[in-house]
């Protein structure tokens, strides 16, 4: 059965029902957009961009980036049988993934491909057509956590490609919530959704250590402030 689930074919299907099912359910919400304003001038501008969120609200990003006018995105997905299908889920949605994962902070040494991973999402940004600059969408606590601990390696993108920063909350007033450790939301139709945006600066290119864990101590507050504000924004139980 396992073998069954995992073939290319099912992962396939379930990859076209998940699609589906998001779809549905961005239809039939109603949206709260804040800030949108700031954001629509980054889009216009198309530079780099390196775009953050929690790793629990991930199943709402894609409503809130529109390819038609936005930078070109891409993901990260791990290289495991999870990561197999989030590749799948994101390309249908017009995404391009890159494979890899960040090294277990218990031990280093264990990257599963994190560095490749980083230098291809490099080399990604600076080939953009035409002068156009891409985006990354990345999770900061991603993806095995800790809750809302925001890695040093989504800043070290933005150094070294000079794009801009933005973090995004996103929340939905009908949701499951399952008890794993990044609190994942899956939303549910007929909601109202807020998304609330903030754009920052590039990390400079010459920031030194203190300051570069300073700044992501920073950023990690103003990731979990907005993605606070977005619940408040939706009516989102607590």
Known sequence: MKSLINSKPVQNLIAILVVAYLKFCYRTSRFTRV?????????????????????????LTHACWPLDRAQAVCVLA??????DQ???????????????????KSDPTKQKGGAQAFREMLRWMRSAPNGEGRCVAMT??????????MTEGTLKLSQMT???????????????????????????????????????????ADIDADRLQDLM???????TRVTDEADRVAGAPL
């Open 78 to 83: 791990s290289l495991s049988k999870s990561g």
């Open 35 to 59: 800030n949108q304003a700031a954001v629509e001038a980054i889009w216009a501008a198309k530079g780099p961009v390196v775009l953050m969120f929690w790793h629990g609200r991930l199943h």
């Open 217 to 223: 101590t920073h950023m990690g507050d103003a990731l």
């Open 162 to 204: 000079g794009a801009v920063m933005i973090t995004v909350g996103l929340s939905t007033s009908r949701f499951i919530e399952f008890k794993t450790w990044d609190r994942m939301r899956v939303p549910l139709p007929f909601g109202h959704v807020a998304i609330v945006w903030e754009v920052h600066d590039p990390v400079p």
């Open 140 to 149: 900061p606590d991603g993806p095995r956590g800790p809750h809302r601990e």
């Open 86 to 104: 989030s590749a799948l889920i994101n390309q249908r949605f017009g995404y391009h993934a890159i494979r890899g994962s960040s090294a277990k």
